[in-house]
């Protein structure tokens, strides 16, 4: 915080968040507490609470300043597959005992195969390119590994559920297609 004008922002901490990609936001705070800032910015209201919070690292129990690199790497992208993953075992799979993850060599799906698997309810099932494939088997994360181009080879009996960390209509329209209604969540 460089400069504030909300009596219960002080500047100076440094904040985590998903900033945007500049030198400088502006906000206005909204809900402000010892450990957290909401942008209260009209034009943010319709996002998820998480684009919109700013957490001061002043009372944060999990900052260390050596470590800051590595932490706001991972912050961000395991929350999102902790929340997926939560999202799904809160609803019981669905039914599915696969959860098939696109894009399985990025961080965020890394980190929602390993949640998956932690829990123990589904099978992580990976897609991902033929370049990254062994990658991905070597990880141990996924109980399976199929390249984008064999995803018709995957058991379309077995009830699936879909996370789509790519946004490829390639991949977005194959599995679908491939499970219909054996595809109990997209």
Do not use: W
Request: charged residues 20%; aromatic residues 10%; hydrophobic residues 40%.
């Amino acid at each position: 915080v460089i400069l504030s004008m909300h009596p219960e922002v002080k500047e100076g901490p440094r904040c985590f968040g998903f900033h945007p990609m500049s030198r400088h936001l502006a906000i206005q705070p909204g809900a402000v507490s010892p450990g957290q800032i909401v942008d209260g910015a009209p034009h943010r209201a319709g996002l998820a609470p998480t684009y919109a919070q700013y957490l001061p690292t002043t009372g944060d129990a999990v900052y260390a300043e050596e470590r800051e690199d590595q932490i706001l790497l991972m912050r961000g992208l395991f929350m999102t597959s902790f929340l997926a993953e939560d999202f799904l075992a809160e609803k019981g799979y669905f039914g599915a005992r696969a959860v098939l993850i696109s894009s399985a060599s990025s961080k965020t799906s890394i980190a929602l195969a390993f949640e998956v698997k932690r829990r123990g309810l589904a099978r992580a099932v990976g897609l991902t390119s033929a370049r990254n494939a062994d990658f991905v088997r070597g990880l141990g994360f996924y109980e399976q590994v199929v390249c984008y181009d064999d995803i018709g080879t995957l058991d379309s009996g077995e009830a699936a559920v879909f996370v789509d960390m790519a946004g490829d209509g390639g991949v977005t329209g194959a599995v679908p297609r491939h499970f219909g209604d054996r595809l109990k969540y997209d």
